[in-house]
Protein backbone atom coordinates (compact mmCIF):
# COMPACT_ATOMS: atom_id res chain seq x y z
CA UNK A 1 0.00 0.00 0.00
CA UNK A 2 1.38 3.42 -0.52
CA UNK A 3 2.62 5.14 2.50
CA UNK A 4 4.26 8.67 3.61
CA UNK A 5 7.00 9.42 6.30
CA UNK A 6 8.53 12.25 7.37
CA UNK A 7 11.26 12.05 9.43
CA UNK A 8 13.93 15.06 10.80
CA UNK A 9 14.29 17.26 13.42
CA UNK A 10 11.86 18.23 16.04
CA UNK A 11 13.43 21.40 17.41
CA UNK A 12 15.53 23.79 15.54
CA UNK A 13 16.42 26.98 16.32
CA UNK A 14 16.06 30.51 14.84
CA UNK A 15 18.29 31.28 11.80
CA UNK A 16 19.23 27.41 11.65
CA UNK A 17 18.45 25.59 8.33
CA UNK A 18 15.34 23.06 8.25
CA UNK A 19 16.00 19.59 6.47
CA UNK A 20 13.34 16.94 6.14
CA UNK A 21 12.99 13.96 4.61
CA UNK A 22 9.67 12.16 3.20
CA UNK A 23 10.31 8.45 2.83
CA UNK A 24 7.60 6.97 0.58
CA UNK A 25 6.11 3.10 -0.43
CA UNK A 26 3.99 2.14 -2.36
CA UNK A 27 4.67 3.64 -5.56
CA UNK A 28 7.80 5.09 -7.36
CA UNK A 29 8.89 8.69 -7.51
CA UNK A 30 9.13 8.22 -11.47
CA UNK A 31 5.38 7.67 -11.66
CA UNK A 32 3.47 10.04 -14.20
CA UNK A 33 1.24 11.95 -13.43
CA UNK A 34 2.20 11.98 -9.49
CA UNK A 35 4.52 14.04 -7.39
CA UNK A 36 5.27 14.42 -3.86
CA UNK A 37 4.83 17.97 -2.17
CA UNK A 38 5.13 19.24 1.31
CA UNK A 39 2.66 21.04 3.26
CA UNK A 40 2.53 22.47 6.95
CA UNK A 41 0.31 23.62 9.64
CA UNK A 42 1.04 25.77 12.61
CA UNK A 43 -1.06 24.76 15.57
CA UNK A 44 -4.60 25.43 15.24
CA UNK A 45 -4.34 26.84 11.62
CA UNK A 46 -5.00 25.88 8.11
CA UNK A 47 -2.82 23.98 5.76
CA UNK A 48 -0.47 25.98 4.23
CA UNK A 49 1.41 24.25 0.52
CA UNK A 50 4.90 24.71 0.87
CA UNK A 51 6.54 22.75 -2.91
CA UNK A 52 6.06 19.73 -4.67
CA UNK A 53 8.46 18.54 -6.96
CA UNK A 54 6.73 15.62 -10.14
CA UNK A 55 8.56 13.24 -11.72
CA UNK A 56 9.96 14.63 -14.67
CA UNK A 57 11.38 16.75 -11.70
CA UNK A 58 9.62 19.63 -12.17
CA UNK A 59 9.36 22.03 -9.16
CA UNK A 60 7.78 24.70 -7.84
CA UNK A 61 7.55 26.73 -4.72
CA UNK A 62 5.19 28.73 -2.34
CA UNK A 63 5.92 32.17 -3.85
CA UNK A 64 5.77 33.67 -0.32
CA UNK A 65 8.65 31.18 0.98
CA UNK A 66 10.07 30.36 -2.71
CA UNK A 67 13.67 32.39 -1.11
CA UNK A 68 13.91 29.75 1.90
CA UNK A 69 13.09 26.25 -0.09
CA UNK A 70 14.50 23.93 -1.89
CA UNK A 71 12.95 20.43 -2.48
CA UNK A 72 14.57 17.94 -4.35
CA UNK A 73 14.53 13.92 -4.78
CA UNK A 74 16.40 10.81 -4.86
CA UNK A 75 14.34 8.34 -6.95
CA UNK A 76 16.76 5.50 -5.98
CA UNK A 77 15.81 6.13 -2.35
CA UNK A 78 12.46 6.92 -2.56
CA UNK A 79 13.06 10.02 -0.92
CA UNK A 80 11.94 13.77 -1.51
CA UNK A 81 13.90 16.49 0.40
CA UNK A 82 13.15 20.01 1.50
CA UNK A 83 15.07 22.26 3.14
CA UNK A 84 14.11 25.35 4.66
CA UNK A 85 16.47 28.31 5.79
CA UNK A 86 16.69 31.05 8.62
CA UNK A 87 14.14 29.27 10.03
CA UNK A 88 12.09 31.82 13.07
CA UNK A 89 9.57 30.71 15.64
CA UNK A 90 6.45 31.64 12.98
CA UNK A 91 7.65 28.52 11.09
CA UNK A 92 6.65 25.83 13.68
CA UNK A 93 4.44 23.50 12.30
CA UNK A 94 3.48 19.62 11.91
CA UNK A 95 5.28 19.46 8.51
CA UNK A 96 3.13 16.91 6.17
CA UNK A 97 4.31 15.22 2.60
CA UNK A 98 1.96 13.85 0.92
CA UNK A 99 1.67 12.36 -3.12
CA UNK A 100 -0.03 14.97 -5.16
CA UNK A 101 -2.20 13.75 -8.29
CA UNK A 102 -2.64 15.33 -11.72
CA UNK A 103 -6.11 16.00 -11.77
CA UNK A 104 -8.53 15.92 -15.11
CA UNK A 105 -8.23 19.45 -14.64
CA UNK A 106 -6.15 22.23 -14.16
CA UNK A 107 -2.49 21.96 -14.14
CA UNK A 108 -1.71 21.04 -10.16
CA UNK A 109 -2.93 17.98 -8.80
CA UNK A 110 -4.69 16.90 -5.18
CA UNK A 111 -3.25 15.29 -2.62
CA UNK A 112 -4.40 11.79 -1.87
CA UNK A 113 -2.50 9.94 0.33
CA UNK A 114 -0.52 11.73 3.36
CA UNK A 115 2.15 10.99 6.38
CA UNK A 116 1.34 11.27 9.70
CA UNK A 117 3.19 14.85 9.98
CA UNK A 118 6.28 15.85 11.95
CA UNK A 119 5.92 18.83 14.51
CA UNK A 120 9.03 21.10 14.39
CA UNK A 121 9.35 23.68 16.74
CA UNK A 122 11.26 26.61 16.36
CA UNK A 123 12.87 28.05 19.28
CA UNK A 124 16.08 28.84 21.07
CA UNK B 1 -2.22 33.75 -6.71
CA UNK B 2 -5.57 32.42 -6.09
CA UNK B 3 -7.16 32.66 -3.09
CA UNK B 4 -10.08 30.53 -1.62
CA UNK B 5 -12.62 31.58 0.67
CA UNK B 6 -14.21 29.18 2.93
CA UNK B 7 -18.04 29.94 4.68
CA UNK B 8 -18.62 29.21 7.34
CA UNK B 9 -15.80 29.29 9.46
CA UNK B 10 -17.73 27.09 11.96
CA UNK B 11 -20.59 25.71 12.24
CA UNK B 12 -22.78 23.59 14.88
CA UNK B 13 -25.22 20.57 13.80
CA UNK B 14 -26.94 17.69 14.79
CA UNK B 15 -26.27 14.29 13.50
CA UNK B 16 -28.87 13.18 10.71
CA UNK B 17 -28.59 17.13 9.48
CA UNK B 18 -27.71 18.08 5.45
CA UNK B 19 -24.53 20.48 6.07
CA UNK B 20 -23.11 22.41 3.37
CA UNK B 21 -19.95 24.13 3.13
CA UNK B 22 -18.89 26.66 0.43
CA UNK B 23 -15.69 27.47 -1.19
CA UNK B 24 -15.32 30.01 -3.33
CA UNK B 25 -12.27 31.21 -5.04
CA UNK B 26 -10.84 34.62 -6.15
CA UNK B 27 -10.47 33.98 -10.04
CA UNK B 28 -12.05 30.77 -12.21
CA UNK B 29 -10.52 27.38 -11.79
CA UNK B 30 -12.65 25.18 -13.64
CA UNK B 31 -13.22 21.89 -11.56
CA UNK B 32 -9.90 22.13 -10.24
CA UNK B 33 -10.85 21.73 -6.55
CA UNK B 34 -10.65 19.26 -4.21
CA UNK B 35 -11.81 18.45 -0.55
CA UNK B 36 -10.51 17.39 2.56
CA UNK B 37 -10.92 16.20 6.26
CA UNK B 38 -8.97 16.41 9.25
CA UNK B 39 -9.90 15.19 12.60
CA UNK B 40 -7.32 16.37 16.00
CA UNK B 41 -3.57 15.43 15.38
CA UNK B 42 -4.58 13.57 12.15
CA UNK B 43 -3.28 14.24 8.65
CA UNK B 44 -5.90 15.32 6.31
CA UNK B 45 -8.18 13.21 4.44
CA UNK B 46 -8.92 13.26 0.56
CA UNK B 47 -13.08 13.18 0.12
CA UNK B 48 -13.73 14.60 -3.15
CA UNK B 49 -11.40 15.71 -6.37
CA UNK B 50 -11.86 17.00 -9.52
CA UNK B 51 -14.72 18.50 -7.40
CA UNK B 52 -17.17 16.08 -8.22
CA UNK B 53 -15.34 12.75 -8.11
CA UNK B 54 -15.82 10.89 -4.83
CA UNK B 55 -12.62 9.07 -3.47
CA UNK B 56 -12.75 5.96 -3.00
CA UNK B 57 -13.72 4.20 0.13
CA UNK B 58 -15.26 7.79 1.40
CA UNK B 59 -18.80 7.68 2.17
CA UNK B 60 -21.49 8.44 -0.12
CA UNK B 61 -23.17 10.99 2.31
CA UNK B 62 -20.60 13.81 0.74
CA UNK B 63 -21.07 14.99 -2.53
CA UNK B 64 -19.03 18.43 -3.93
CA UNK B 65 -20.57 20.58 -6.93
CA UNK B 66 -19.28 23.56 -8.65
CA UNK B 67 -17.11 24.62 -11.32
CA UNK B 68 -15.67 28.35 -12.07
CA UNK B 69 -15.70 30.03 -9.03
CA UNK B 70 -17.88 28.61 -6.63
CA UNK B 71 -18.35 25.38 -5.00
CA UNK B 72 -19.78 22.90 -2.35
CA UNK B 73 -19.12 20.32 0.00
CA UNK B 74 -22.74 18.33 1.07
CA UNK B 75 -22.80 16.09 3.74
CA UNK B 76 -26.18 14.43 3.24
CA UNK B 77 -26.77 13.66 6.95
CA UNK B 78 -24.21 14.10 9.48
CA UNK B 79 -22.84 11.35 11.44
CA UNK B 80 -21.03 11.67 14.39
CA UNK B 81 -17.88 10.52 12.94
CA UNK B 82 -17.86 13.73 10.37
CA UNK B 83 -17.21 16.21 13.41
CA UNK B 84 -13.66 17.43 11.78
CA UNK B 85 -12.55 20.43 10.27
CA UNK B 86 -12.93 20.84 5.98
CA UNK B 87 -10.83 22.63 3.39
CA UNK B 88 -10.87 23.36 0.22
CA UNK B 89 -8.00 23.36 -2.16
CA UNK B 90 -7.58 24.19 -5.92
CA UNK B 91 -5.03 23.01 -8.23
CA UNK B 92 -6.07 25.16 -11.16
CA UNK B 93 -2.44 26.16 -11.75
CA UNK B 94 1.12 24.04 -11.73
CA UNK B 95 2.75 26.98 -9.77
CA UNK B 96 0.69 27.63 -6.84
CA UNK B 97 -1.88 25.48 -5.12
CA UNK B 98 -3.91 26.69 -1.92
CA UNK B 99 -6.39 25.86 0.57
CA UNK B 100 -9.25 27.48 1.81
CA UNK B 101 -9.19 28.45 5.73
CA UNK B 102 -10.82 25.47 6.98
CA UNK B 103 -14.47 24.82 8.23
CA UNK B 104 -15.21 23.44 11.64
CA UNK B 105 -17.91 21.54 12.24
CA UNK B 106 -19.21 20.77 15.53
CA UNK B 107 -21.86 18.95 17.55
CA UNK B 108 -24.93 21.08 17.97
Known amino acids: QVTLKESGPVLVKPTETLTLTCTVSGFSLSNARMGVSWIRQPPGKALEWLAHIFSNDEKSYSTSLKSRLTISKDTSKSQVVLTMTNMDPVDTATYYC????????????????WGQGTLVTVSS | AIQLTQSPSSLSASVGDRVTITCRASQGISSALAWYQQKPGKAPKLLIY???SLESGVPSRFSGSGSGTDFTLTISSLQPEDFATYYC??????????FGGGTKVEIK
Open chain 1, 98 to 113: ARIMVGDYGEGGYFDY
Open chain 2, 89 to 98: QQFNSYLSLT
Open chain 2, 50 to 52: DAS
